[in-house]
């Protein structure tokens, strides 16, 4: 089975462009380790996040990062850099073109691979060094980002993984920065929650 994680920076977490089995140092990474502990020579497991990425970047990719590669099942996590890129630049996807964009972007997918399992990740963030300046309008605009991706998964039928929750609960218990290093980007500690929500609901999955 041919797993593909796809998303930003979160996902592709340093990874290899050379060495394929290089897959980062996140959530990809510790999700791999598990699955192919437990059962071994049953996966092939490919990471294509793209640091900086937002949807309309990963719709860029989509023939030769996702529909080439041919997985039998991807992951996305994508939508931070939709919000943060606009409060920083100028240059962000605002809540209705991410929708209308992903949509696509599923639609298109699905009718080159119709075998194709598909799993949504929830974009998150906490107030941190780099977003505390736009915070509360950023925490607006993720949740929307993260409402509009739970939208998806509920118009195509796929599962979706909610994590704004997990990292609000977290933050109960330790810093918001022993989470998430800058408000966006997880610390080992914060990408074992993502690794443990990923991997509850791919289980769940029966694949």
Known sequence: M?????????TDCYRSREVEFRIGMGY???CQAELMCEEPNKYEILNRGVSGNRVCDLYARIKSDIINLKPDFMSILIGVNDVWHELGDQNGVDADKY???????IEEVKEALPDIKIMIMEPFALKGRDNEI????????VAKRGE?????????DLPFVPLQKKFDEAAKLADNSYWLVDGVHPTAAGHMIIKKEWMKAF???NL
Do not use: C, N, T
């Open 2 to 10: 041919k797993i593909l994680f796809q998303g930003d920076s979160i």
């Open 28 to 30: 990809a990474l510790l």
């Open 99 to 105: 929708y209308k964009i992903y949509s696509m972007l």
């Open 134 to 141: 736009y915070w509360d309008e950023f925490k607006v605009e």
């Open 148 to 156: 509009m991706a739970k939208k998806i998964a509920e118009k195509f």
């Open 203 to 205: 289980k769940e999955l």
